[in-house]
Each structure stands twice: as C-alpha cells, then as structure tokens.
C-alpha cells in the first residue's frame, strides 16, 4: 500500500524529515537535476507534476526501474520509473536512433540517465551532507512488480510528463546509522527488495 | 595531411561511449581509431597493446575507477603527456580538485553538450 502526501517542491525549508536535509529541498533538487540531463542530454522539456511522499512501496508497476544506491554519511538509493515505451522514446533522444521494443541500448540508456540525475542530485546534496559515493545502476524491466525499502523509509516521488507519459524520479536519504563509515566508498547497502 | 588521433573511450554505460563517439567524429578533429574500455582494468589494457593520442574517461566504474585508472597510468612515463579527459557525474569541488592532482587534462560534468566536449578538447589538442 501506497501513502501519499503531497509537498511543495517549489519552495525550500518546510517538510523538514531530517535534521540538515528537507525533503522539500530534496524534491526541488531532484526536479532542477532532471530537467537540466533531460534538457542537456535529450533536447526535452519535461513537464512537472505533483511532487509527493511515499510510505513504504512506490507504485505498484510494469515497465523500466533503475535504481542507483549512494552511501557516505547519509546513505540511500535514487530510481527512475518509466513505462517501456517512454523508455524506448528516451533512449531515441538520447541516441539518436529509433528503438521500437525495450533492449540492452534501452535499459542501458535509461540506467545512464538516472546515474546522472541521481549523481548530480548527490553533488548537490554534498556540499552539506559531506562526500558520498555513487553505485553503477541497476536496471530492471518486467511486470506486475513492487520496490521496497527494507528500511521502511519514505520516499520523495517527483513525476514528470512528457506527450502524455509519465515518469517519476524518487529518492529516499536518510543520516548513516553505522557511525563507523570512515572510507566514502563503503559497501552499499541493498535498499531494494524486488518480486518480479 | 594531419595525422590522425586515436582515441580511447572509458565508460561502464555503452550509451555513453555511442554519444562520446558521435560527438567525437562531428568534432574538427582527424580522428583515427576509436577504441572502448568499459574499467580502468580493460583501459589499461587497450592503452599497452595501442598508441592513443587522447583518453575520455568516467570516474564512477566498477572493477577500476577512473580515479584509480589515471593514477596508474600516470605512473608510466610513456603516458604522462598523454591528454585524459575526466567526463563524469561528479561534480564537486574537491573531486574535480582531486582529478586534476592526479593528472586530469581536462573535465566535463555530466550531463554535457557536445560543444562543451569539443571545446575542452579544442583546448587540448594541437591545432
């Protein structure tokens, strides 16, 4: 089951989750990073949408997950959901060649894609949470599946529209329990946990 | 006639290394051969068994970063003059600090346009 509460990614300072970090900050950092890689990368002006917090499990769903974990001080994972058609119209931009049906160019576009705007997102959080280190993507495509986070953390689900479909760009951070993260590029946790 | 360059490409993302390529052929640059890497592991290997005239590397990689990859081909006097370009999605401060301490010609963050590529490579390579 899905929670959702709606918060204003326009504006800075409310919906504090976390001391140093609130989620209204993180929604408007998740929005300016996407909109600049699809702008730079693609040539596509996306279309934002009604930012919201997820409890528990993001969309129950079909289609195209990438998932890019980040540990340091603060710890978490960044995704992109988009159906396999809207994957396929990205990789098109992003490669500049037609993909009728999802493949290894489609996933692996669409995995580079979040890297960048889960990477730039992080950059961004640095400069006051401290140096954190990103993981290679991992992408799935299928039906009738769930993500979850094993922690039971919330997640800042920011969708956006483009000709009619949609994708989301979520994240969930939280302050690193294991005081013991001396090196920044300490093993990652496993946020997920998948059915296919 | 110019001679023409070859060039080493490192990234773990083929698409990266397709629009890389892209770019690097609509650039006024003589380019010859174009070889891939997807680690520094694999770069390495490329880099002993070919003359490249110029390296575009990620940072973010498994097996070998990019970081880990320049320092050691820093390290071999054969390629200290040899121009590497950082192109990554980091983008603070200190880690374009630390690529250029150790050895970075240049650096481009991700996400780039291809002009922003051709001109840090303009800046790069003789005319």
């Not at chain 2, 990554?88 to 922003?116: I, N």
Request: with cysteine; hydrophobic share 40%; aromatic share 6%.
């Amino acid at each position: 089951m899905t929670h959702e509460k709606p918060i204003d990614a326009s504006v800075t300072g409310g919906g504090a989750a976390e001391p140093g970090l609130s989620k209204d900050e993180l929604a408007l950092a998740i929005r300016v990073s996407t909109e600049e890689v699809f702008s730079t990368m693609l040539g596509l002006d996306l279309a934002v949408g009604e930012v919201y917090v997820a409890k528990d499990s993001v969309e129950p769903s079909s289609g195209v997950v990438s998932i890019v974990g980040f540990a340091g001080p603060w710890v978490g994972s960044g995704s992109l959901y988009c159906s396999g058609p809207f994957a396929c119209k990205i990789a098109s931009f992003f490669l500049q060649e037609q993909f009728a049906a999802v493949n290894e160019d489609v996933l692996d576009s669409v995995a580079e894609l979040t890297n960048m705007i889960i990477g730039n997102v992080k950059t961004h959080l640095e400069n006051r949470l401290g140096a954190m280190g990103l993981s290679t993507p991992t992408v799935i495509y299928g039906r009738n599946f769930q993500t979850r986070s094993v922690r039971n953390q919330e997640w800042t689900v920011v969708p956006f529209t483009l000709d009619g479909d949609r994708m989301c760009v979520q994240m969930c951070i939280m302050p690193n329990p294991d005081e013991t993260h001396q090196t920044k590029r300490a093993g990652f946790p496993i946020p997920h946990v998948l059915s296919i | 006639m110019a001679s023409l360059l070859d060039v080493l490409i490192v990234d773990d993302s083929a698409a990266i290394r397709k629009i890389l390529q892209r770019v690097l052929k609509q650039a006024e640059i003589p380019i010859g051969e174009i070889y891939e890497a997807g680690d520094g592991v694999e770069a390495l290997e490329v880099l002993r068994k070919q003359k490249v005239g110029l390296v575009l590397s990620d940072i973010n990689m498994p097996n070998m970063d990019g970081l880990e990859f320049l320092t050691r081909l820093r390290a071999e006097p054969a390629w200290q003059k040899l121009p590497v370009v950082m192109v990554s999605t980091e983008g603070t401060h200190g880690k374009v600090l630390e690529a250029v301490e150790r050895g970075a010609s240049g650096y481009v963050r991700k996400p780039f346009t291809a002009d922003q590529i051709k001109e840090k490579l303009a800046g790069l390579l003789p005319a």
